[in-house]
């Protein structure tokens, strides 16, 4: 089933071109189902790809989606040209009077400020208070997820010394938990972070629950206990070339890097990256969407009141 967004938008002929079957307005607006509104906060320099990559995960479901993108107002984006966000991307000041099925809130290349001296730290905070009452659930992606475990969990970030860089082995810690049906016992993830959080804070809160983790990248999945909050530490989302273009980006900073774990084949970056990761990552947002959006989220979404936190809930956590 499709996923419904701008008829213009970049995104829109690259996920055709792959066979990927996306909505026009004119056609969704013919069909008397209601698509699942997610708001996709995109705090990635590079929106165009994020927004694509993102997208692509989200494509893969029998549900129809209508996304919507949103930018930080207090930062301004200096890789994405101002008519495309003029085009396809909305403000927080936009959108708060609006309730959405669920929000994504993306990683940024800030891992190393502390939270509050991130020039949108007020505005990302607001965000996150606001989606409490106007969003079923929250699904936080790498430096989003460390920031929105911190704001509202207490959780804190530490220093790695050294960028985790590469595509690491992971394993399920909650086998029974449906975000992770259909992974293999251990499965692989590209993470690229100089910070991370650790496991025994979120094992000692009461709140909070490790789903997935990996013993050289530590955390990779938490989530919280009532199931509206969702913390991925890596980025399933990779394209096969990402962590390529970020390793020769490093290089030709002159930052110290190595070449990123179990990614080029003998470790020789001559030779193309091979993909380990593409079929965990799609299952992660396809069991996000359908068991903790889809048959959870309210109908009627003024059905998030005011103060409301708990909602309907499905039968399992």
């Known amino acids: 089933m499709p996923i419904r967004i701008p008829d213009s938008l970049p995104a829109t002929s690259i996920l055709e071109s792959e066979n990927i079957f996306v909505m026009t307005e004119l056609r ?3 069909q008397d189902i209601r698509p699942l509104r997610i708001l996709l906060l995109n705090l990635m320099p590079t929106k165009i790809v994020t927004e694509t990559q993102i997208l692509r995960k989200l494509s893969n479901t029998p549900l129809q989606l209508e996304i919507e993108l949103m930018q930080t107002a207090s930062h301004t984006a200096k890789n994405v040209s101002e008519q495309h966000l003029e ?5 927080f000041d936009d959108i708060k009077d609006e309730r959405f099925d669920g929000l994504i809130i993306t990683g940024a290349p800030v891992e ?3 939270f509050e001296d ?8 607001a965000i996150m208070a606001w989606s409490r009452t106007n969003v079923y659930s929250t699904f936080h992606i790498c430096w989003g ?3 929105g475990i911190y704001y509202h969990y207490g959780i804190p970030k530490y220093d ?8 690491f082995d992971h394993r399920v810690a909650k086998s029974s938990s449906p975000l992770v049906r259909g992974f293999d016992d251990v499965f692989r993830a590209p993470h690229s972070r100089y910070t991370e959080v650790h496991a025994a804070d979120i094992e000692a809160h009461p709140s909070l629950e490790l789903i997935a983790v990996s013993d050289e990248a530590g955390v990779y999945i938490a989530k919280s206990t009532d199931s509206r909050d969702f913390f991925v530490f890596g ?10 273009v970020e390793y020769l980006r490093d290089l030709d900073k002159g930052d110290d890097i190595d070449i990123p774990v179990n990614y080029y084949p003998e470790n020789d970056p001559c030779q193309a990256p091979v993909t380990t990761w593409r079929s965990h ?10 068991y903790y959006v889809y048959q959870s989220t309210p109908y009627d979404l003024n059905a998030l009141a005011e103060g409301e936190r708990e909602g309907s809930r499905p039968d399992f956590d």
Do not use: I
């Open 281 to 290: 990552a799609q299952l992660l947002y396809t069991n996000w969407l359908n």
């Open 87 to 91: 085009n396809f991307y909305t403000s």
């Open 118 to 125: 991130v020039d949108y730290w007020d505005e990302l905070t």
């Open 160 to 167: 790695l010394g050294k960028k985790l860089f590469g595509v």
């Open 112 to 114: 190393r400020l502390d």
């Open 235 to 244: 980025h399933p989302e990779y394209d096969p070339e990402t962590l390529q």
């Open 145 to 147: 997820a460390q920031a």
């Open 28 to 30: 969704a607006m013919h």
